[in-house]
DNA sequence: CCATTTGCCTAAAGATGTTAGGTAAATGCA
DNA sequence: TGCATTTACCTAACATCTTTAGGCAAATGG
C-alpha cells in the first residue's frame, strides 16, 4: 500500500486550513484523518493528541500573522505604522478566521514565551516608537492598542456589528484616527 | 423512583455554574446529567440539543450582565457613567469567566434580536449621551467602547498581560481615562 | 541484500451526543 | 377517591470523536 506522506507540518496546515473552513473549534483529528483518507490512529505518529493539533495550529498562525505585520512595519512609522498595523489585523482575521481564532487560544506560559507571541508584543511596541511614550504610559498604550484591534475584530467577526448601518470599515478608520490622536496627546503632554 | 425536579431554568443555571468552574467549551449534556445525578437522555425532554443548552446559558449570562450594568449606570453620567460602565464589565468577567465567555456566543440573528444584547447596545448609546456626539461619529464611539472593554477582559483572561510587571488595574483607567478624554475631544471639535 | 526503522493499519475501549420507545410517578377530572 | 392522561425519567442503541496497543509492510542504510 502506498504511504501517505504524512508529515506533522502537513498535518497542521490541513488543520488551519479547515479552520478556516469550518471554525477552529471544529478542526478535529477525525476531519484532518478524512481529508488525508487515513485512518485516525495514524495520526498519532505525528500528533500528541488533539491538544497538540491545535496548539500547533495556533503556533503556525501566530507565526504567519507575525511575519505580516513586520512586513507591513517595514518603513513605516506613525500614524502610517499604526494604520498599517491595524489592517494586516484585521485583513489577517478576514481572509483566515480560524486561524485568526487558533491565535487566541490559551498557551501555557512556557509555550507562550517561545511563541511569535513575543514578536508581536515587540512590534506592538515598536509603533510606539512614533509617539515617544514614558513608562509606564507605553505599557498601557500597548495593552490599549491590542484590545481595540483584538476586540473590534472579534465583534465584527460575531455579527455584533450587523445591526448598524454603518460601514464597518469607517469605523475602522474613526478608531485609527482616534488613537493616532490619542497618542499624539499624549505625546506632547 | 424519586424524580429530580429537572427544569430547563435549572438545567440553564447548572450550565452557568459548570462554565464557571471548567470554561464554557467545557460545558457538556453529560456534564450536567452527572451533577443532577440523572441520565443524560432525561435532559433532553427540557432541551433539544447541546446547542441549545449552550443558547440557553449565552442568553442567561446576556441578561444577568445587562442588569448589572443598568443598575450601575442609573444615576451616573459622562466619565462616572463610562468607568461604571466599564467596571461593570470586568467585575463580571472575573467573578464569572464561564458565562462572560458564553456572552460571546454567536446567536443567530433572529435570537440575537430578541435578546438582552440589544439591552447592552442601548445603554453603550446611553453613555455617549453626555458626550453628545452625532451620527455616524456615534456608532463609531459605541463600536470603539465595545471593541476596548471587549478586548481587554478577554486578552486579560487569556492571560495576555502576565508577562510585563505593570499593574493591568491601572492600565484599566488609564485606557478608561483616555476614552473620557477622547470622547471629550470629540464632542467639542 | 538483509536488518532496522518508520508509517500506516486493525482492534478495542471510553466519552459525548442524540433518538426511540418504555414505565412509573404526578396530575386532573368525575 | 379512583381512574385516565400527561409528564419525567429510564433503558437501549447507534454515531462520532479520542486515544492506546500491537501488527505488518514499505522505506532506509550499512
Known sequence: MVRAGLTTERLTRAGAELAD??????????????RFDVKVASLYSHLKNSQDLKTRIALFALEELAGRVAAALAGRAGKDALAAFANVYRDYAREHPGRYAATQLRLDPETAAASAGVRHAQMTRAILRGYDLAEPDQTHAVRMLGSVFHGYISLEMAGGFDHTAVDPRESWSWIVDSLDALLRSWTTS
Open 21 to 34: 473552513e469550518v471554525g477552529f473549534d471544529q478542526v478535529t483529528v477525525s476531519a484532518i484523518a478524512r
